[in-house]
């Protein structure tokens, strides 16, 4: 679904704001049985809080698993560099040459991964000791594993510092 063009729709609320993204997938498409019928809906609250809500129906049985890769900026400046970043996890999962996991765990002090503390992205990106699960990737496409933390406690960050979002 991340390559078609999705229909979408504003609503507005007194206590937020939402766009909800709609998806029809034919029956068949990709190989999959029954029509599919996508709704993705991102919305803001009074609070600064994001949310997105995804739900699908179809006329037949199909697997159907969603996530969501959306990337956005904080800053005025189009990329994420500057940006601080707070992750509340010492370990990344291990991915293999197909980027599949390996069932190891990394850990990331020190290396590009490390998030531990509020820092600037470019800062751990451009970093003079990278490490080989970095450079396989390219950059950051990882996942994380998380601190247990206590309930409705933040496990990661973000902030631009020019615009204070």
């Given at each position: 679904?991340?390559?078609?063009?999705?229909?979408?729709?504003?609503?507005?609320?007194?206590?937020?704001?939402?766009?909800?993204?709609?998806?029809?997938?034919?029956?068949?498409?990709?190989?999959?049985?029954?029509?599919?019928?996508?709704?993705?809906?991102?919305?803001?609250?009074?609070?600064?809080?994001?949310?997105?809500?995804?739900?699908?129906?179809?006329?037949?049985?199909?697997?159907?698993s969603f996530t969501q890769h959306a990337y956005f900026t904080l800053s005025n400046d189009p990329q994420v560099g500057n940006t601080l970043l707070h992750i509340d996890a010492d370990k990344v999962t291990d991915a293999d040459s197909t980027l599949l996991p390996?069932?190891?765990?990394?850990?990331?002090?020190?290396?590009?991964?490390?998030?531990?503390?509020?820092?600037?992205?470019?800062?751990?990106?451009?970093?003079?000791?990278?490490?080989?699960?970095?450079?396989?990737?390219?950059?950051?496409?990882?996942?994380?594993?998380?601190?247990?933390?206590?309930?409705?406690?933040?496990?990661?960050?973000?902030?631009?510092?020019?615009?204070?979002?």
């Open positions: 679904f991340h390559k078609k063009v999705w229909a979408a729709s504003v609503q507005e609320t007194a206590d937020s704001v939402a766009v909800t993204f709609t998806l029809t997938s034919p029956d068949g498409e990709g190989g999959f049985p029954g029509t599919v019928n996508v709704e993705a809906c991102y919305s803001l609250d009074q609070n600064n809080e994001l949310s997105l809500v995804i739900t699908a129906n179809t006329d037949k049985e199909t697997p159907l390996t069932g190891k765990l990394v850990e990331v002090a020190n290396t590009p991964f490390d998030f531990t503390k509020p820092t600037a992205i470019k800062e751990r990106a451009e970093q003079s000791n990278s490490h080989p699960l970095f450079d396989r990737v390219g950059g950051y496409d990882h996942n994380y594993v998380l601190r247990d933390t206590p309930e409705h406690t933040p496990q990661a960050t973000v902030k631009a510092l020019d615009t204070g979002v």
